[in-house]
């Protein structure tokens, strides 16, 4: 919408101060001279050019492209301003006809028919035919021949431009041959000038000098209206063709400026008017009645009538539209497309062309609410539904496309983008043109019947036959809108079927790009089917998922607007942002439609978003054409746009208190779900049509009303939502004075020749710079955000339980983005303490600590702990989500400082044990370094005999075997070796007291970890006054129905039973101490008292002893190997036939030494490095491992995100294999799945990088470690020679240089002869070249199966990864098992997935059946079916039900996964036979989900779990 007084805007002169021309040098009043001064004044202004407004909009004309020019026209014509009918080129004259300009411009009006009835009219103005009075004059003039011809048209309003206007001149270049053409439209009043629409064109400049022109006027006009000086023979030239057109037989008016005569009419039709001092009034009303007589005479004497089109049949003249290459072949297409339609019965035409969208489409739409709205009580209700909806998809798909569609979508994929919008704005010309004359009849005709109706009221005839025209009518609008619904259906039934359809002219995959590109033009997309009261939810977000592609994830600012219908919405709308949305009377918005308009990069600057996103409905309170109007419909539609707003305008027409209580409390109700849900819209009010928005007092007492109705309407709708709120301002926060606007009337007069009332546009002015300031403090919305919003409030308003229904995938997304940062920030702090332990580990084991305490690890993790607190800051305050963030902020910096104190305590814990094993070791130690000092003693008095016979190797060897073979015995005999150990046979004993153990056939007995059902453990609590009938039938309903709550109970506690055993087993540390046969007493005992604890509680049943024995066996024969492999370590470390037999290659080779006749450096070098390569070798495996880690953590694409994407890759990973007893434990035992998967992609990571990434890591690691060494056998060295220190001060500086990084120290050498050592520098040299070769041998065995046998367990790569991501919630769903996806355990939040599973697979069973469930949980907690907790609960009350069930939020949807569909039918007889029970109906269930293959539930896990992952 346009301010028509921009016209009128002058051009300023810039340089002021020429009005003060010479000031500056009078200086004495006395000496002026008025008529010099006065001369200079005039000669100055003279000399400045002053731009005449008709010529800047004729450059603009001139200069633009065709689709800006049509705008401007446009805009011209909503100012009621006349338009540019033929244009001369300034520098050709070649007269130019912009027909195109014209094409989307509609002019209504109203008149009398023969009855004296009136009848309103609307046209398109290329189509109208109108009889036309063309003015044009000879000569110059005195009087303003536009100026007169306002008079006629309207008295208030400068339809063309005259001398007289503001900002007029003389200095007019650009308009002379100019023709402009204006309509006059009558209202159907008395008060009309004229009785019918009548064009009047007005030809600027001199007629003479404008033949062509003036030829064409003449020729198509009906009334020639010429004005000149007076009549004179003498000027030849004009006096020729004034008698030209006199003789003619058409109307002829002369006015001449010269004649003071009234009007006479000389012969009939030929008429004569003097200006020359006559009022201005009165030639008007003259001129007018002139006019009217003149047509009426054309009218009886000739049939002939102007339209637009028929100008471009006169030769010599330009048609912009047949000159403009990309607008006539978009005219030829939609014509071609036109063709096809002709003829047609229009209320059959979308039945006939646009079949995807009819009766199937709404049975569809209807199905799918009834299927969401139903109790699901009945068992195969939903699946019948479902297969309906299925069958109805199919039909949908099969329907022949036909060649309209066809063409339609061919000349998308063809064409270029301007093309393309030529093309379409062709499509929506011509189709206005089709519908519209039959459009109007049938507006008529129901107006008619309606008026009948209200007359008589009780015409029950009557209202069927209003029905029946309000379906016409309904079928008979056909425009844009519903081509592209067809192509959305078209999509859907494809998407629905999986397959393309036949006769489809691209892949049906291509549609939402299609559309997508129409957006980004500018073109509305519906979002809400208006007919079918239905958001086509897979069309939308697939095309906005294009939208992403095309322009990336932008941010947009969603603007919705409510109000009643036909109170202006689409205009105020059209008006704020220049866009395109319906406004005519029979074009009224049905349904929503959202429109893209993108900020400009200097807005930018200000705004926090790329796009704004307009999104415009059907009017509240509607009375619906299809009577279906309805107080829910406007609550759902009020809801699902207020939801999807940044910014809801709420549009009120008139100050009417009933219309404003009917709209408010559907918008108060709107308002208050979305704070239930944790939305914050913001919201402003418009109030237009105000009779006098000057009044401020009124504007007062106006505000303080409406803040009165709020308060009430919250009142009223706090009631039906349950929500405590006493005013507006308790839901949303609402400034009264800032966010209710006032609109003057939009017309500034009475339509239909009034132009748009200024203050109106002023009014949008003011309302967009409020609207602006709101939307400079939001954020947007990301398109991927607002695709899942669309989703999620739809979704929420199908199952009409709006609060409970709704799934909030913004704050789910930014809650699982808060996941995956806190797993950087608790990784980041586990990594330092990994290596701060590390090096306490060392520190420990060389005996330089004896004491660990929290504060110095505190102080020692203080870097790093400021490091994440520093990161955590930022990213809450700096996110685009920070203010979703801010409600968790509190709770992750606890939860941070609660993990850093738990990681403080687990190492102080770790490390004190290692303090208690070191203390206990050292006998051990000390037994070993004694064995070794003496074995080096005795080797070197061997030698020391064999000095002689250094040179003889054979002789060397020999003696040397018989004397470590000797030795080596000794060893055994004075210490007793380490025996092999036989845990399961220690089981055995300990058990063996007990009665019920199973003596003979334990080693059968079943595995409680994986076991399907806990029943045979249970039995009801001996309690007095329970009849044994009573535990008969509770048993029975158990053994029935099953009890989910005490399955999962139990589950739960032998899973965390078996996790905490294993955790105890680790905390032994038998690597290092070995084995005692009390630990599985220890085990046997902790195992008991959880289960005696646990029975202690208020349940109704106890446990069998067998769970007992099941556990202790379970656990024992699971354990088996872990405690039998670290007891192999320690064997083989401490055992002195195992430990001795590895040391001889060593011993000999500094034998060896010896017998040549080596230095005491020398050989205490090589001492030294053989020391020194165990704690190398673990040193080096320890830091590879820990970088391998950090890298695996990163680079590998299953465990480098959040939980929902590890799981995404474990369910891939179980699919690919098809292995059913994973999935088993995948599913009970989820931990210990989550544990293995782990494992295996850390060892397949290893074995696929070794070469590239490990073995290179453990080179640089070997590398560093080596240059650490050296340096501080240098170090040592120099520090010696300079203070003139002995080899003991040597060692003691050495060691203490490396205590950090090597468990290496001064004891590691006690009794080792050092005697003779005293050249440091060959010291130094000897370890420099020894080292090297020990350096090699260990890099030489360095391979994928060495890597984790060299690794203590709790220092491998998978250990420490699963220690990590393993800390999280591993609650499962009380009915489908499904476990919590929350990286945080022990969070408060509820627990949650993104998609629940098919109950059915924990052995749930229908209620009075034996039968599987087949049914999700999202769909289950719908409906009113029964579960069993020792009682029956409602599922849609499950939260009712206590203990677990209360801690689950579990949104009633119909989300299922088609992953799980595809396993239940891929091991439906598996299963069955697992839980020897079968599936309720097969064969109707597996109808509709054995069309998924694997590949295709395998990618269902991406296109549903992508939103969850980061």
Known sequence: MMNYRARYIKTIDSQDDRQQINNYLIEDDSDADIFEEISLCQAETNRRDVIHPMDVQMVAIYYADSLLKQLMVIKLSQCQYALPLLVPDPFTQEIEFPLWTFRQINKSWKMKDTNNEIISKIQPVWKAETPMVAFFRFSSLSSSKSQLMNSLINEKHNTFFHRNCPGSSNTRVLMDGVVEIAWYCPSGKDTDKFTQCVAFCNLHGDAGANEKQLQILTEMSSVNVFILPQLDKKDKESAAKIQELYKDRKPLICLCTEDESRVTEIRPGKYKIGLNKRNQ??????????????????????????????????????????????????????????????????????????????????????????????????????????????????????????????????????????????????????????????????????????????????????HTELDRIAEELQAATFGLEHILREIGQIYESCKSVNGNKEGLPCNFTFLPSLAADMMISGFPLELMDGDAAHVPVVWVTAVLHELIKKLGDKKVFVLSVLGIQSSGKSTMLNAMFGLQFAVSAGRCTRGAFMQLVRVSEEMKEQLKFDYILVVDTEGLRALELSGRSTRHQDNEMATFVVGLGNLTLINVFGESPSELQDILQIVVQAFMRMKKVKLNPSCMFVHQNVSDITAGEKNMEGRRRLQETLDEMTKLAAKDEVYDAECFSDVITFDIQKDIKYFGQLWEGSPPMAPPNPSYCENIQELKATFFGHASKSDGLELTNLKDRIKDLWEALLNERFVFSFRNSLEIATYRKLETEYSKWSWSLRSAMLEIENKLYNNIENGTIDEVSESNLQGKLKVKSQEVEKSMSEFFEKDKDKDILIQWKASFHIKIQDLQENIVRET????????????????????????????????????????????????????????????????????????????????????????????????????????????????????????????????????????????????????????????????????????????????????????????????????????????????????????????????????????????????????????QGATSAAIFGEIICQKLKEPIQKSVYKDTARDLTDEIKTNCESLNGNRSKLEKHILKTLAEEEDFHKYITYIHSPKDHFKSFIRDEVNRYITDNFSVSVRPKMKENIKLLQQKIMAAAHRATTRVNTTSGDVQKWLDHFTLQLSDVLIFSVKDLSGVSHDGVDDFNLLEDVISKELGSVLSEIQHKFSTEKFPENLEHKDRPDEILIDHLCQCCWVQCPFCAATCINTVENHTEDH????????????????????????????????????????????REYRNAGYVYSEWSITPDFSELPYWKWFVCRFQKDLEEYFEKKFHRWDDLSYGWSQYSKEQAIESLDESLDDYIY
Request: proline share 1%; aromatic share 10%.
């Open 281 to 462: 009034s009165d030639v008007s009303e003259e001129l007018t009645k002139a006019i009217n007589k003149c047509l009426s005479f054309f009218s009886s004497q000739s049939s002939s009538i102007f339209s637009l089109e028929d100008v471009s049949k006169h030769s010599g003249i330009r048609v912009d539209e047949d000159h403009d290459n990309d607008c006539r072949r978009g005219k030829e297409a939609a014509q071609q497309m036109m063709g096809l339609v002709k003829d047609k019965n229009l209320t059959k035409i979308k039945e006939s062309f646009l079949p995807c969208q009819g009766k199937l489409w709404h049975q569809w739409c209807e199905k799918n609410k009834e299927l969401h709205r139903s109790q699901g009580n009945e068992i195969d209700m939903e699946t019948k539904q479902k297969q309906e909806m299925k069958k109805i998809r199919k039909r949908q798909h099969v329907l022949n496309i036909g060649e309209f569609m066809k063409l339609f979508i061919t000349e998308m994929n063809s064409q270029s983008p301007n093309e393309k919008t030529f093309f379409l704005k062709w499509l929506a010309i011509l189709l206005d043109e089709y519908t519209s004359a039959d459009l109007s009849a049938l507006h008529y005709k129901y107006d008619e019947k309606w008026s009948k109706v209200r007359a008589e009221q009780q015409m029950s005839n009557e």
């Open 908 to 1155: 102080k814990r770790k490390l004190n044990e290692i303090l208690q094993q070191r203390d206990m070791k050292k006998k051990i130690d000390a037994q070993k370094t004694r064995h070794e000092n003496t074995l080096l003693e005795k080797s070197k008095e061997l030698a020391m005999k064999l000095k002689d016979k250094a040179n003889d190797k054979t002789i060397l060897k020999k003696e040397f075997d018989s004397f470590w073979e000797e030795c080596v015995n000794k060893i055994k005999t004075e210490t007793p070796s380490i025996k092999n150990i036989d845990v399961l046979k220690d089981m055995e004993q300990l058990l063996s007291n007990y009665k019920s153990f199973p003596v003979n056939n334990w080693k059968q007995s079943t595995d409680i970890l994986s076991v399907k059902s806990y029943l045979k453990y249970e039995q009801l609590k001996e309690c007095s006054g329970i009849a044994q009938h009573v535990k008969k039938a509770f048993r029975s309903a158990l053994l029935k129905f099953g009890n989910i709550e005490v399955e999962n109970q139990i589950r739960t506690l032998v899973n965390d039973i078996a996790q905490q055993a294993h955790t105890m087993i680790m905390s032994y540390n038998i690597a290092k101490m070995g084995y005692n046969k009390t630990y599985i007493q220890e085990l046997a005992d902790y195992i008991k008292a959880r289960v005696v604890e646990y029975g202690q509680g208020s349940r109704k049943y106890v446990f069998t002893k067998q769970l007992y024995m099941d556990l202790v066996i379970s656990i024992c024969k699971r354990e088996n190997k872990l405690i039998t492999d670290q007891h192999r370590k320690f064997r083989e470390a401490n055992d002195p036939v195992f430990y001795f037999e590895k040391k001889s290659k060593e011993y000999y080779s500094i034998f060896q030494k010896y017998c």
């Open 1392 to 1435: 949650s997935v993104p998609f629940h599973r098919v109950n059915g697979l924990t052995g749930c069973c229908y209620e009075e059946t034996e039968c599987l469930s087949a049914d999700f949980c999202t769909t289950l907690v719908r409906t009113d079916k029964m579960f069993y907790t020792g009682q029956w609960i409602p599922c």
